[in-house]
């Protein structure tokens, strides 16, 4: 199994970036998909996931209404749009796949695969 993110770069405050992750040896849609970020001297906090069925998505508070997850199933693939970007989304984003029950959605120990990281600037 392996998760490709990519789509990190530097951006100013304000602006917009999209972040992707490619899944290959497993099919996104029987697993739930997750986007979890850490940041310098932070731990690994969620930041936002589809349900395994795809069907629900889940947001932290901190990006609700400025970040957007969406899947490909024919690419087997996951995006975070993010928009209106600050200082504080500065992180290695990271994209995971799991079978977490939906009240651990949230939890990293809840996800089986792990991608690599791509890291995302935000400058002020």
């Known amino acids: 199994v392996q998760l490709q993110a990519s789509g990190g770069g530097l951006v100013q405050a304000g602006g917009s970036l999209r972040v992707s992750c490619i899944a290959s040896?497993?099919?996104?849609?029987?697993?739930?998909m997750g986007w979890f970020r850490q940041a310098p001297g932070k731990e690994r906090e969620f930041v936002s996931g589809f349900s395994r069925s795809g069907g629900f998505t889940y947001y932290a508070d901190s990006v609700k209404g400025r970040f957007t997850i969406s899947r490909d199933n024919a690419k087997n693939a996951i995006h975070l749009q993010m928009s209106s970007l600050k200082p504080e989304d500065t992180a290695v984003y990271f994209c995971?796949?799991?079978?977490?029950?939906?009240?651990?959605?949230?939890?990293?120990?809840?996800?089986?695969?792990w991608g690599q990281g791509t890291l995302v600037t935000v400058s002020s």
């Open positions: 995971a796949a799991g079978r977490p029950i939906t009240s651990a959605i949230r939890r990293d120990r809840s996800y089986e695969y």
């Open positions: 040896g497993l099919t996104i849609s029987t697993y739930a």
